[in-house]
């Protein structure tokens, strides 16, 4: 193709590429990946580094695992997957975790003082003497992990590399998947059954090419100039690239009556990619938009939040609503429309909540569902007094709303609680009069991992309704909160623990200890100045000789 005369890409997928050829298999790297190469139209380079990459072949199953022994088969549908790891040890290039253990300089205490705020953050944690490890940055908390300091995290899923036989499916059940599943003889086949034609390309790399690359020698990006790579397009996808269009392969409404979660795909890949659903597509996306209650939650959540997290998640929510799919996924956001809210707000409750999904400063899916939800209850609770619109009480109403439409999307426990939260508190007021100890017990209520994300919340708010993006209030509160994050936020950080009670005070292991410490906190948070261990201790005493 004239027009990518270079391919920058990693050495695992040409080795993969590589060791299926040299097996006598086809094989070739086929949807996303190929995409992401051929968006900019323009470029003279093209860089695959950032794509999930999957590989179509004319190997069956059992012949894949062949070629890579360490691999995870956990479907029907021919799928094998190979992590990173596994290729680069397969590639010889793999460092022995032996050989990356520190030097005795690197294994001294680490530094937790937080990083500067940067691009506007807004509050700034590099004073504080206790930092919670959801604030540290990544590395620290590794370093941590390792060293004991914090408790270790699931790490974040490896990079993994799938490889699927060639197929054509069979009839499809449920509007969910194949009834059976056949391998396919040619990529011809296996292209014509997906999903869009710019998902429908592949690329095929020369076969004398891939062998002669020393895949143990280099770790680094690979370029590939155009005598050794071909684009395999049948379907039309680079033009409709060009013209930034969704389309269908074939007939729109057989390929949403196959897999109905196809009809919220439409919508994600318009707004990731910037493009426009074709005409066609469109109607057939009306037409079977209830199609969609056949699909699992799971499936329809991740669609949705890839959605809100691109850069056009206002324009997300307004096409699923003129398609009719809102409806079936978070059908009380419709309830705000036309409702009027008065004051500073200029717009009916819809409206201000999709400009402000709009404004989020935050990349964050579950900030930005948050903030799409955080007037949900305006409607249900709207009374006219005097002559106009009132919502009390609607953040509290609105976070048990919040919190159902969470646990429908089967968000985790951790997501659905950050959410509730968000909607719950995020019409704190400040006053210039409240006491250090009121700033203290906001903080302690929201959280400490979550002040970040519920001024984000407050800002967004605030520009969705016209106003500016901040006030002298709560540029104040914000540096009286940095100020507070010296002080104590949990039980743990008392300067006594359930052993120095029972040691001092000839206390027994028991229900009491709880509870004196509870107390010790409670009053710590109001007198940080009481936090200290004789103190502590002379308060622990009244306790206990009044109970």
């Avoid at 300091?149 to 069979?170: C, L, M």
């Avoid at 930034?244 to 897999?259: A, C, H, L, M, S």
């Avoid at 409750?349 to 930005?368: F, G, M, Y």
């Avoid at 936090?531 to 109970?547: C, D, P, R, V």
Wanted: hydrophobic share 35%; net charge negative.
């Amino acid at each position: 193709m004239k027009n990518t005369p270079i391919i920058k890409i990693p050495p695992e997928p040409l080795f993969i590429l590589n060791k299926l050829q040299e097996s006598g298999f086809e094989a070739y790297i086929v949807g996303g990946a190929v995409r992401d190469t051929l968006v900019d139209a323009d470029s003279k380079a093209y860089n695959l580094t950032a794509s999930d990459y999957d590989f179509a072949t004319s190997a069956k199953p059992e012949e894949i695992q062949k070629i890579f022994p360490e691999n995870f088969y956990e479907n029907e549908f021919g799928t094998i997957s190979v992590t990173k790891t596994h290729l680069q040890e397969q590639m010889g290039i793999l460092v022995k975790d032996d050989e990356t253990k520190g030097t005795e300089s690197e294994k001294t205490e680490p530094n937790f003082e937080a990083s500067p705020a940067t691009n506007d953050k807004t509050i700034n944690l590099n004073e504080a003497t206790k930092i919670h490890s959801s604030l540290m940055d990544s590395e620290k908390v590794k370093i941590a992990e390792k060293q004991g300091s914090v408790k270790k995290t699931t790490d974040p899923k490896e990079e993994v590399f799938e490889i699927t036989t060639f197929r054509s499916d069979g009839e499809y059940k449920n509007h969910r998947k194949p009834e059976d599943v056949v391998w396919g003889e040619t990529l011809e086949s296996d292209l014509g059954r997906r999903d869009f034609t710019i998902n429908s390309m592949a690329i095929k790399f020369s076969t004398k090419f891939l062998a002669t690359l020393d895949f143990s020698k280099t770790n680094e990006l690979m370029k590939v100039d155009s005598n050794n790579f071909e684009i395999i397009d049948l379907y039309g996808g680079i033009n409709d690239l060009k013209y930034q269009i969704i389309k269908t392969v074939g007939d729109p409404n057989k390929r949403f009556n196959e897999d109905a979660l196809r009809l919220l795909r439409a919508v994600r890949f318009s707004v990731q990619l910037n493009m426009q659903i074709d005409e066609k597509t469109y109607a057939a996306i009306l037409k079977n938009a209830n199609l969609i209650e056949h699909i699992s939650w799971e499936r329809i959540r991740d669609e949705f939040l890839k959605m809100i997290k691109s850069d056009y998640p206002k324009e997300a929510i307004e096409i699923l609503d003129k398609t009719g799919l809102l409806k079936i996924i978070i059908p009380e956001l419709l309830e705000g429309k036309m409702v009027m809210q008065g004051g500073h707000h200029f717009a009916d409750v819809w409206t201000h909540s999709l400009d402000a999904l709009n404004e989020c400063p935050s990349k964050d899916p579950i900030i930005r569902l948050a903030t799409l939800l955080h007037d949900i209850a305006k409607p249900r609770t709207l009374k006219i007094i005097d002559g106009k619109p009132t919502f009390y009480n609607h953040e509290i109403i609105g976070s048990r709303m919040a919190k159902n439409i969470a646990k429908r999307l089967r968000l985790s426990s951790e997501e659905i609680e950050r959410i509730f939260i968000l909607v719950r508190y995020h019409m704190f007021h400040y006053q210039p009069e409240n006491s250090d100890a009121s700033i203290r017990r906001f903080m302690k209520k929201v959280g400490l991992e979550n002040i970040n994300d519920i001024l984000d919340v407050r800002e967004a708010d605030r520009l969705g309704s016209g106003a500016r993006k901040t006030s002298w209030r709560l540029e104040e509160m914000k540096q009286r909160m940095i100020e507070q994050l010296h002080q104590p936020f949990s039980v743990r950080d008392l300067k006594i623990d359930g052993n120095d009670l029972m040691k001092e005070l000839n206390l027994n292991p028991g229900k009491i200890i709880g509870e004196i410490l509870n107390d010790l906190f409670e009053k710590v948070l109001d007198n940080p100045e009481l936090n200290t261990k004789e103190q502590l201790l002379e308060i622990a005493k009244n306790f206990t000789s009044a109970s």
